[in-house]
């Protein structure tokens, strides 16, 4: 599959972001900003846009909200193009989600730059990448005639239906694997489990305590990464041990099997018994002669584990808050250089309030966040909301004894 960039993001009538729209580096950015200027709105509007959607739909749900987005892939080096509204409702604990999608897509070639495919209001559905996000990747040959072109003449339709069908899918695909990692996940590691139970399948198997129930899935993932994704666990581990990071010696996987028993009544009031094979993981941490749970890790080394396990292993668009929360001040500069040899085949964008972290950056992969009454959240690129002057003194500073981060505390970007 072609590698996919999220170029420019633009949201309508979310949260703070009253009319937002920013723009992307290929590889790595950073928005930076005062607190509550609305840099996490702006991840969780990506987030809420590459959802799945819910089973209720939005004409069930009074109190579903609306809101507006444009988005912007590259693919292969030509430009996707996403206009549509999503409508969502926030839950109890102030999580939005996404209900349907009324959407229009622009699939750019030198033979139809014009066209746009709009695409009737959709039911949510449990695979967004199949179906929602883009019902084209379903359609067949004698539904794109039938489709709306926009007026571009002398097409092949066949063909370009075939090619649409499958840039849809793949952008789709990206869509739904978009992952985000607020600044309170993995903070604290005494919510995970001292064990966890699969089945004969290595799925997890379903738990009742929600309290642990991201750090029961760091520790499935990487538990399965052991398994089935040797190269890049070993990989991951050569980041985090002695060769790298030295936060651990290793991990290891005690299993135990047993067998659990369900009861059933079936017609004629049979009692059916039914057997089934589970398997217990016990996971422990190597750590010079010691072994603990992990939940006995420090806040820090627990939550540097799994983005650095997270940041290797996902395939798609990685969003991130404050990635140096809780992590020691020390193993940072190398964080942020894991982040940055990562980025050359994954984008990544994260919020940062860290100098430390601005030190490692080019100016050209920073935006800056802003919020007022009358406008909500603004975000500027830096190198276009400098004036000359201001980028000449940017340069004259870098160039000298001065940091990225230092410049930005000195308030050298107001």
Known sequence: ??????????????????????????????????????????????????????????????????CTVEVDFVR?????????????????????????????????????????????RLRASSNRSRASLLRLARRSSLDWKQA????AKNLDLDANAKRYARVADEVAEFASKITYYSASQFTNPAASPTSFEINERGKLSRTVNSRNLVHQKFLHDLYTASQDRIDLYDLFLSF?????????????WRSAEFVSETHSVASGGKVERQKKKRILIIPTVKIGSSRLSFNQLSEGTFRTLALVFYVITNESLLLIEEPEVCVHHGLLNSVVSILKEFSRTKQIIFSTHSEAV?????????RLVSCNQAKGTVVQDVMSALSDEKLNSLKSYLATAGSLGEFWRSSGFD
């Open 1 to 66: 599959m072609a590698r996919i960039i999220l170029s420019r993001f633009r949201v309508v009538d979310y949260r703070s972001c009253k009319d937002t729209e920013i723009t992307f580096d290929r590889k790595l950015t950073a928005l930076i900003g005062p607190n509550g200027v609305g840099k996490t709105n702006i991840l969780q509007a990506i987030v809420l846009f590459g959802q799945p959607g819910g089973s209720i739909s939005s004409a069930e749900d009074t109190n579903s909200q609306q």
């Open 76 to 120: 292969a080096k030509k430009p996707v193009r996403y206009r549509g509204t999503v409508t969502y409702r926030t839950g109890a604990d102030n999580r939005d989600e996404a209900l349907g999608f009324d959407e229009r897509w622009n699939f750019v070639d030198q033979n139809s730059s014009k066209s746009w495919l709009s695409i009737d």
């Open 358 to 366: 601005l030190d490692r950056l080019a100016p050209e992969q920073l």
């Open 240 to 252: 985090v041990d002695k060769r790298g990071l030295g936060l651990v010696n290793g991990f290891s």
């Open 148 to 151: 709306n072109l926009g007026g």
